[in-house]
């Protein structure tokens, strides 16, 4: 399955040698360990993530948004059918903690170890 979630990102232009790339799988990763960390997605994953990259929380923020954003623009809508099952993201895009948890629980449910990404 690592394989599966690697390839689903790299199909879609995130790179974990790119810096939002990595903030993006960081973001998800935090999220798998602790789905609670959604409930207040700025406190608990987006501050944490400034800390860590030096950073502050708008561009943590922004980071996210363009890896979504990058994700839908290459065939992220299927992709995310295919996982959830809806069809709502062909009409809009994921709000940045929708996708992030759509992530999350592809991991969760799928048993792929978090350090493995």
């Not at 993530?49 to 030096?54: P, T």
């Not at 996982?83 to 940045?96: E, M, V």
């Amino acid at each position: 399955m690592k394989t599966t979630l690697q390839t689903i990102f790299y199909s879609t232009g995130v790179y974990q040698h790119q810096i939002a790339g990595r903030i993006f799988i960081d973001a998800v990763i935090m999220a798998a360990e602790d789905p609670f960390r959604l409930t207040s997605i700025t406190a608990n994953i987006y501050e944490p993530l400034a800390k860590q990259y030096h950073s502050n929380v708008a561009c943590i923020s922004k980071n996210i948004r363009d890896v979504r954003n990058t994700i839908m623009k290459n065939g992220g809508a299927g992709i995310l059918m295919a996982i959830t099952g809806s069809k709502r993201w062909y009409a809009a895009p994921p709000y940045p903690n929708e996708i992030i948890e759509i992530f999350a629980r592809y991991i969760r449910e799928n048993h792929i170890p978090c350090n493995t990404l």
